[in-house]
Each structure stands twice: as C-alpha cells, then as structure tokens.
C-alpha cells in the first residue's frame, strides 16, 4: 500500500498531484483533454494553501517511487465543520483502495482539529466519487452552498467514530 503522508499543498509532491486533478477533472467536464493553461489557471484561481495548518489539512499517497498518486484535503469552515476538497486518486492507481485510505487520513485530522461534521459537493459526472462518498457514509443533504460546478451535497457525521 503506498505511503499517505501530510503535506503542505506548496510541496512539490501536493502540486505534481494537483496537476494530475486539475488535468483529470477539466477533461472529463470538457470531454477533451485539458490544456496546459487550463490547468495553470485551475492551480492560480484555486490555491491550496487554505488546506494547511488551523485552516485545513492536506494529504499525499505516495507509490513506491516516490511518485504522488492521490491526494484529499480538508478546509476548516468553522468550529465544528470541515469540508473535503480536492480528493483525487491518478487512473492507475485506483482500485487500491487509496481513495478511502485518503479520506480516512483527513477525517482522521478533522476529528483531532475538534470538528465533528465533514461535508462536500460534487458534479454529476464523477460518478465514482459519488459512489465512494457513500460508501463512506456521506448522505446527500441540502446544497450548503451555491459552488457554479457543485451538483450533489453530502455531509457525514464523525461523533461517535474512531
């Protein structure tokens, strides 16, 4: 299993893999592949840096190599929410499981940061997503805010797990 580490989003592994999100999630939208300048402009108008220290938290996995192949965030909307963001495995390394590992690893610093809810939204294509938010046990509720891409909100409760 590759190596989940927490990263400031400046690091050079967090924007390596943002790049991989960014390419990822204007292709699929677009249904051709991203431009270098589309993904530029992604990075420049959606800085990461909000997922660190008493703002957020960010994570890695790490293969073997060295080489990034997912990573989840969280952003600290108050003192008792937090929202995911930025949750990406690379196409070939999913399937291992990394995705939940990556979500864990946040909902593990959300809890330690003495938020209890953890939400967030996602577009209709990223069909996975959707799929593994619930399996996690995130429950569709009402949007929470008014995101241009956002298309399904869901939150999960945190008190009472480990």
Known sequence: MPEIIRVDPASAAATTILRRYYDDIITRF???PATSDEIAHELHGHPAGDLLGDLGTFFVAL??????????GARYVDAGTAELTR?????????????AALIAAVEGDVRRAGRSVVRLDTRNDLVEAR???AKLGYAEVEPFNAEPYAEHWFAKDLTGES
């Open 87 to 99: 949750v990406f495995v690379s196409p070939d390394a999913r399937g291992l499981g990394l995705g």
């Open 63 to 72: 293969g073997d190599d060295g080489d990034p192949l997912g990573c989840a």
């Open 30 to 32: 677009y249904g051709r």
């Open 131 to 133: 799929a593994l938010d």
